[in-house]
């Protein structure tokens, strides 16, 4: 079955970085995007970054400069390299991505089940 595992959230102090992983296995088809989500406590969840099979990304306005998507097709992982972290940045992180299924001829949407990510003094 398809798998999305996140890792490295945390805490950090305001101005540290983190780098989040998410690393995906059992997926046949091929991925059209990726992507990472936040929720903080009591708010809606929000796209933070995402990254498209041709290589293009786009940034919540927040996070511009500051946030960098990447993914490694080799490792079947993607990144979220976090730097100059605030405390607004606090919230559990999520990794998401869509298969075509080429059989079906539909998209699927899989869901990671969260890392939390603190930053705080």
């Known amino acids: 079955q398809v798998q999305l595992v996140e890792s490295g959230g945390g805490l950090v102090q305001p101005g540290g970085s983190l780098r989040l992983s998410c690393a995906h296995s059992?997926?046949?088809?091929?991925?059209?995007?990726m992507g990472w989500y936040r929720q903080a406590p009591e708010k809606e969840r929000e796209l933070v970054a995402a990254?498209?099979?041709?290589?293009?990304?786009t940034y919540l306005d927040s996070v511009k400069g500051r946030f960098t998507i990447s993914r490694d097709n080799s490792l079947n992982t993607m990144y979220l390299q976090m730097n100059s972290l605030k405390p607004e940045d606090t919230a559990v992180y999520y990794c998401?991505?869509?298969?075509?299924?080429?059989?079906?001829?539909?998209?699927?949407?899989?869901w990671g089940q969260g890392t939390q990510v603190t930053v705080s003094s």
């Open positions: 059992g997926i046949g088809f091929s991925i059209e995007n």
């Open positions: 990254i498209n099979r041709g290589g293009s990304t």
């Open positions: 998401t991505l869509y298969g075509w299924d080429s059989i079906h001829n539909i998209l699927r949407r899989y």
